[in-house]
């Protein structure tokens, strides 16, 4: 830690860290929670910067640290898979408009603050040549559904903007036993110094007794949130078990949906959704990377169903039931009680994390 003179006396002066997530789905925002709850427990100053449900969800989670307005950059999506596809790749301006944005952002922000780290989940402007800046991603290499040519293109301007960063995390396992398979293991690495960090999950095990009932966890961009959760909503009326769903829509106040059988909350916080987990039989969700890295965690048997048009998300469902870590299904052809019959009958293998939470050692590292 720095020291600083006062009154002729040599003081310890904290670690001021400024943490930012991206505004692509909750994932990024929860991942940031055990980094966030590692830097409190060794008395570093956090500071975090966001918008939206992210800083809402943060804020609910460390109501005592400051947070400042970040714009985000609100990308839209749209109904299906491919239209989604090339919607995102018609808004690269806005994209690009947005890291310029946010780079000069941070050059003032440092200017009028004292920052000792800036660490960056998925941000692609926010690093800086005269602080340290850490920019998190498990996407090293990005699935296209131009296949080679067009990753091949993705990876050039994903280094590009990662190789201005200080250092690079990837919360991986580094060898090959890992969570995101060829996603965070490229061929060649970024030239900057990359430490695999192992996973980030806020989640962990307890004494609660698990049961049979099935846990839904919506999640991710508008609309296909709201698809997903018209499509359970339906299906469920055929379905006559106990079933908590939680909608992923932290600050709204939107009236809950009355299924007689299922219990709705728009969202929890992270203690309260790590016991709905532990004691969850089934769950069903998205394949975002936050949501793989705490349910394999938790070695729960779960239904992936990835975002249309994330091509992200359907390697990692792919990748993991390969591997019979989970089954996969994709939205347009999700049906409940096929899903539910096909776990009954499977016989899943529990992901076996190993070396868990290498992140608290690189972050203790960091300044001593």
């Known amino acids: ?17 400024l943490i930012s997530p991206l505004d692509w789905g909750l994932g990024h925002a929860t991942r940031c929670i055990p980094l966030i709850k590692t830097m409190i427990s060794l008395d570093y100053e956090v500071i975090i910067a966001s918008e939206g449900a992210q800083a809402t969800l943060l804020k609910q989670e460390f109501p005592a640290l400051k947070c ?5 950059y609100r990308l839209s999506y749209a109904g299906s898979g491919l239209t989604t596809t090339l919607k995102i790749l018609t808004q690269m301006p806005k994209i690009l408009i947005s890291i310029k944005r946010e780079n000069r952002w941070l050059a003032t922000f440092l200017s009028r603050n004292h920052v000792d780290l800036v660490i960056s989940d998925n941000r692609y402007g926010l690093f800086s040549r005269g602080t340290s800046s850490i920019f998190i991603t498990h996407q090293l290499n990005i699935r296209s559904f131009f296949k080679a ?44 110094p990359v430490a695999y960090i ?36 339906q299906q469920l009326r055929e379905y ?27 969202h929890l916080r992270s203690q309260e959704i790590n016991e709905m987990v532990n004691a969850a039989g089934i769950i069903i969700s998205r394949s975002g990377y936050s949501t793989v890295m705490d349910m394999m ?3 729960k048997k779960c239904v992936f169903i990835p975002t249309p ?33 096909q776990m009954r009958a499977a016989t899943l293998v529990p992901f076996v994390t190993h070396g868990r939470e290498e992140y608290k050692t690189v972050l203790t590292a960091h300044f001593h």
């Open 1 to 17: 830690m720095k020291e600083y003179i006062k009154n002729n006396a040599s003081v310890t002066q904290k670690p001021v860290i």
């Open 68 to 72: 400042v307005y970040l714009r985000g």
């Open 149 to 192: 040519a067009g990753e091949s293109l993705l990876r050039k301007m994903n280094y590009y903007f990662i190789e201005r960063f200080s250092e690079c995390w990837v919360p991986d396992y580094k060898g090959a036993i890992n969570l995101a398979g060829a996603l965070s293991h490229p061929a060649r690495l970024p030239s900057i």
């Open 198 to 233: 192992g996973p980030l999950t806020r989640l962990h095990p307890t004494d609660t007794v698990q049961t049979k009932r099935l846990l839904i966890l919506l999640s991710g961009p508008e609309p296909q949130r709201t698809i997903l959760e018209t499509i359970l909503l």
């Open 240 to 266: 006559h078990e106990p079933v908590v769903m939680i909608r992923g829509l932290p600050g709204v106040r939107q009236e809950l949906p009355s299924f007689n059988q299922v219990t709705f909350y728009n």
């Open 297 to 299: 965690a938790l070695q």
């Open 309 to 341: 048009g994330q091509t992200e998300q359907l390697y990692l469902a792919k990748y993991l039931a390969l591997q019979s870590h989970c089954l996969f299904y994709p939205q347009h052809a999700f049906s409940l009680n096929k899903a539910l019959e």
